[in-house]
């Protein structure tokens, strides 16, 4: 027998020691671990916390319609042509956040039944600031501003029925609860 011939004992290490070998770097690789041996991380030196801002109508008053001469209007008011009434009420609308704008609208309500001759029926809609200036103001048709910050605002609704209003006007119904306000971001163009 010749010095270089391998023992049976000798072909077991070897076959251990390649199987052990290859379990590990099997365990390595699948396991997702990697071969690199050193790594270290570190905070930001100024780390700051940052919030986001804020876009909400946070509270809409107590309105009150009245009629023209100042009287608070119940659920038993009936229009009739010639009529004006008017909606009052003060919205605080929170806009925190830097470079944040939005569009303000108040629509008017909607009207339900059969008129055939819809101009009979107006709708003046206007928002003022706190000093009572008048920022936006639309005729048959939402209002909207755009705001850079956040405050209380005056909204108010003026509807009036026409002495022209048509049979058809009767028994009509005006949705007063229905007028919406909304507020929208305005979004920057991407492409500016």
Same mark, same amino acid.
């Given at each position: 027998?010749?010095?270089?011939?391998e023992t049976?004992?000798?072909?077991?290490?070897?076959?251990?020691?390649?199987v052990?070998t290859?379990?590990g770097?099997?365990? $390595?690789a =699948?396991? &997702?671990?990697?071969?690199?041996?050193?790594?270290?991380?570190? !905070? *930001?030196?100024s780390?700051? #916390?940052?919030?986001?801002?804020q876009?909400?109508?946070?509270?809409?008053?107590?309105g009150?319609?009245?009629?023209?001469?100042?009287?608070?209007?119940?659920d038993?008011?009936?229009?009739?042509?010639?009529?004006?009434?008017?909606?009052?009420?003060?919205?605080?609308?929170a $806009?925190? =956040?830097? &470079?944040?704008?939005?569009?303000?609208?108040?629509?008017p309500? !909607? *009207?339900?039944?059969?008129? #055939?001759?819809?101009?009979?029926?107006?709708?003046?809609?206007?928002?003022?600031d706190?000093n009572?200036?008048?920022?936006?103001?639309?005729?048959?048709?939402?209002?909207?501003?755009?705001?850079?910050k956040?405050?209380?605002?005056?909204?108010e609704?003026?509807?009036?029925?026409?002495?022209?209003?048509?049979?058809?006007?009767?028994?009509?119904?005006?949705?007063?609860?229905?007028?919406?306000?909304?507020?929208?971001?305005?979004?920057?163009d991407?492409?500016a």
């Amino acid at each position: 027998m010749s010095s270089n011939a391998e023992t049976p004992r000798s072909r077991s290490r070897l076959t251990k020691a390649l199987v052990a070998t290859g379990v590990g770097v099997a365990l $390595l690789a =699948g396991g &997702g671990g990697t071969f690199a041996a050193w790594s270290d991380e570190a !905070p *930001i030196a100024s780390a700051k #916390t940052i919030v986001a801002g804020q876009l909400d109508i946070v509270n809409v008053g107590n309105g009150v319609w009245t009629d023209s001469a100042g009287n608070v209007l119940t659920d038993a008011y009936r229009i009739a042509p010639g009529a004006k009434i008017t909606y009052t009420t003060d919205v605080d609308i929170a $806009l925190e =956040g830097d &470079g944040l704008s939005a569009n303000f609208s108040v629509a008017p309500p !909607p *009207i339900s039944g059969t008129p #055939t001759d819809s101009s009979a029926l107006s709708t003046t809609v206007s928002v003022k600031d706190a000093n009572d200036a008048n920022l936006a103001s639309n005729d048959n048709g939402a209002a909207t501003v755009e705001l850079t910050k956040g405050g209380t605002y005056t909204v108010e609704m003026v509807v009036a029925l026409s002495h022209s209003a048509d049979n058809s006007w009767q028994r009509a119904v005006l949705e007063l609860r229905n007028s919406t306000l909304e507020i929208d971001q305005v979004v920057p163009d991407a492409t500016a």
